[in-house]
Each structure stands twice: as structure tokens, then as C-alpha cells.
């Protein structure tokens, strides 16, 4: 069972950074795709960014394109979620993920989950 422990996130103005990192309890965390997933109150979890077991390849929803990127660190068994340019839209929880499949954008792809944390982007 991989379990996932997430950092980073807090309050920040618009136009400001972030970055959020989710640490991997496993060796095997080589071996799975990452995703970023977010949900904002009374809304459905939404994707927001994955990439390859070795970080080589990555996707983007098109509302972070240009502005966030995702990349691990796999002797760290970390993958981070940098996000720049933040914007009010952004304010969610922001959830860590981790499949056995890349390509997937859909949450329940998904088999392992962080815990959450929070982003707050004020105007």
C-alpha cells in the first residue's frame, strides 16, 4: 500500500507561487504515474496535472497550462506540483494521487491518494 504525505500549499495573493510536494512511502513509487488532482467547495474532484513514471512525459488541464508544472524527484520518491500565476479559480484542495497507468484523468484511475492540503489564492 503506498501511502502518500503532502506539503506545502497555504494562503497566497494573485499573481503569487506555490509549491506543493507529496512524499511517497514506497520504493515502488518509481513505478506509477502521478497526478495533481483539486476540488474546490461544491464542486467535483478535478484533474490537474500528471506525468510518467519517469517524469518524461506530462499533462496539463488546459485552465493550468503555462502555469503550473508537476515533476518528481523518484530518489526522493517526491513529485511536486509548481504553480506560478496563481489566480482566485485556483483555490481548492489540492490532492496528490498516484496510478498504475499513466494517461488516466479521471479520480478513479487513481489507487492512492494524499491527504489534501489546502491553496488559497486571494484577489
Known amino acids: 500500500q503506498v501511502q502518500l504525505a503532502q506539503s506545502g500549499g497555504g494562503l497566497v495573493q494573485a499573481g503569487g507561487s506555490l509549491r506543493l510536494s507529496c512524499a511517497a512511502s514506497?520504493?515502488?513509487?518509481?513505478?506509477?504515474?502521478m497526478g495533481w488532482f483539486r476540488q474546490a467547495p461544491g464542486k467535483e474532484r478535478e484533474f490537474v496535472a500528471a506525468?510518467?513514471?519517469?517524469?518524461?512525459?506530462?499533462s496539463y488541464a488546459a485552465s493550468v497550462l503555462g502555469r503550473f508544472t508537476i515533476s518528481r524527484d523518484n530518489a526522493k520518491n517526491t513529485v511536486y506540483l509548481q504553480m506560478n500565476r496563481l489566480k482566485p479559480e485556483d483555490t481548492a484542495v489540492y490532492y496528490c494521487?498516484?496510478?498504475?497507468?499513466?494517461?488516466?484523468?479521471?479520480?478513479?484511475?487513481?489507487?492512492?491518494w494524499g491527504q489534501g492540503t489546502q491553496v488559497t489564492v486571494s484577489s
Open positions: 494521487a498516484a496510478s498504475s497507468v499513466y494517461g488516466n484523468t479521471n479520480a478513479p484511475a487513481y489507487q492512492h
Open positions: 514506497e520504493r515502488t513509487f518509481s513505478t506509477y504515474a
Open positions: 506525468c510518467i513514471w519517469s517524469g518524461g512525459r506530462t
